[in-house]
């Protein structure tokens, strides 16, 4: 089997080890919890799962399923942490290749996480999918994102069930609110908007920095806009084009279509239609803003609105900041097509489910700072293949061609053949095979 070189390496830089023992993800005897890490981090680049692996006899672990499984279950370790502080360690990797200038942002959003058997997995729910404007079964994703413009790790991120208890369609675990199992269950019945606010908080106290917060118009509330301000940051996000929502504009509280109707449009190619400054309000407390009213480019007749906090902020600046949020699109994609975040993990308990997610989400790290580092540039999805092929044992047409590569050595060291006379032994020998070791060969050649 070829060495695993990459890796081995981002298990050795990145002090993957260290970081399970930081968030009490390690064993006190038996199997080091590293191996099994390991396993389960590399078991998406193989070409059957572990259950499949046991059933066919190809499993050659060192543990059995059931110490996988209770590593999984584990209550004790903390996966958002654990993610949070890698996801540093990465970025602090990153921020040197790049110019001091340079904005770093977080993205937030989330995602359907569909699970079929709801009714026995632990807080699953019927959950509202904005995409298709339709409740499905599952949890929502709450996803916090790092990016410099070019690489985008996963920070954090929380399965969310419903807040609402006739949409809990899965049981719940009874444990001890002051315990990590039990913190994280109060986090997934949260508000999204409460989630995302507590997902930052725990992001920049261990250390993350970001100059802004991006996210579309289902967090983009006044009130979240205020929370963000107070933890030192700026938000950028599409406005929703709601009447409940109001700014203040020109001394009255005005809707953004109200704001875009009554003010003069720029003519021509301009990038934007629209520039005002606004007051943001909620419970008393105001804050400067911008809007800039920008033209769908899906539909000419239509409009969008991106607010930013950072009123000083030129209105180009605010639309190129902006457009980052997109990376967190693609990083759903590539988890959910490459990866395998949705049907990979078939567990009913919440802590194996967070377990899965984390290190998906690690997954996704070693990819973009292999194709960052590497100055790859190939797709996040090219690289996948090419760590399978990494991760791949030795095909049957490879072992078959240094099998006969010895063989014809030593008939050459011991019998004084003519290069003729060994060509023809060597096309004799050949048709004499079965069709399949021939192909095989052939493949090899």
């Known amino acids: 089997m070829p060495e695993a070189s990459t890796i081995s390496a981002f298990f050795t830089n990145y002090k993957i080890g260290d970081l399970l023992r930081k968030c009490n993800g390690c064993k006190q005897k038996g199997i080091p919890a590293l191996d099994i890490m390991k396993y389960k981090l590399c078991n998406i680049f193989r070409d ?30 903390n996966w958002l942490k654990f993610t949070t502080l890698l996801s540093k360690r990465i970025a602090d990797t990153i921020e040197p290749l790049t110019s001091e200038d340079r904005i770093n942002a977080f993205i937030v959003d989330d995602s359907l996480f569909s699970k079929t ?21 599952g949890f ?39 315990s990590l199992a039990g913190k994280r269950r109060a986090l997934s019945k949260m508000k999204g908007t409460k989630a995302m606010i507590e997902l930052i908080k725990i992001a920049l106290a261990n250390g993350h920095k970001a100059d802004y917060v991006l996210f579309d118009t289902w967090f983009s509330s006044p009130a979240q806009l205020i929370d963000i301000k107070s933890l030192g940051l700026d ?23 109200k704001i875009f109707g009554i003010s003069k449009k720029r003519r021509g190619k301009s990038k934007y239609l629209l520039s005002v400054p ?23 007749k239509d409009w969008i609105a ?20 997109w990376n967190i699109e693609v990083f759903f994609k590539t988890c959910k097509s490459t990866l395998n975040l949705v049907g990979e993990c078939r567990s009913l308990s919440y802590d194996a489910l967070t377990a899965h997610v984390a290190i998906v989400f690690t997954r996704y790290m070693l990819l973009a700072i292999t194709g960052r580092k590497n100055q790859d540039m190939r797709t996040l999805g090219e690289l996948f293949f090419f760590l399978v092929d990494e991760m791949e044992d030795i095909t049957f047409s490879h072992a078959m061609e240094l099998i006969l590569r010895a063989m014809f050595v030593s008939i050459c060291k011991n019998f004084n053949f003519t290069e003729d006379q060994m060509d023809s032994f060597i096309d004799d020998f050949l048709n004499g095979l079965p069709g399949y070791m021939r192909n095989a060969i052939a493949k090899a050649a």
Request: proline share 2%; hydrophobic share 30%; with cysteine.
């Open 140 to 178: 929502r994703l709450m996803t916090l994102c790092w990016t410099d413009g070019n690489t985008t790790l996963p920070v954090n991120g929380c399965l969310l069930s419903s807040t609402n208890e006739k949409n809990v369609l899965g049981p719940e675990t009874e444990t001890d609110k002051r």
């Open 117 to 137: 058997s709801c009714k026995a997995t632990e807080l699953a729910a019927k959950v509202f999918d904005h995409c298709d404007m339709h409740y499905k079964k």
């Open 278 to 300: 606004v007051m943001v309000e909620k419970n008393g407390i105001q804050i400067p803003a911008k809007i800039v009213c920008v033209r769908n480019k899906n539909n000419k």
């Open 48 to 77: 059957r799962s572990m259950y499949m692996q046991i059933r066919t006899g190809s499993f050659r672990e060192g543990f059995s399923d059931n110490t996988f499984y209770r590593f999984l279950n584990s209550t004790k370790t």
């Open 306 to 325: 991106i607010i930013s906090t950072n009123a000083d902020l030129s209105e180009d600046e605010i639309i190129r900041v902006y457009g980052k949020r």
């Open 235 to 257: 938000a950028i996000a599409m406005v929703k084009k709601s009447s409940k929502i109001r700014y203040l504009y020109d001394g009255k509280k005005l809707s953004i279509s």
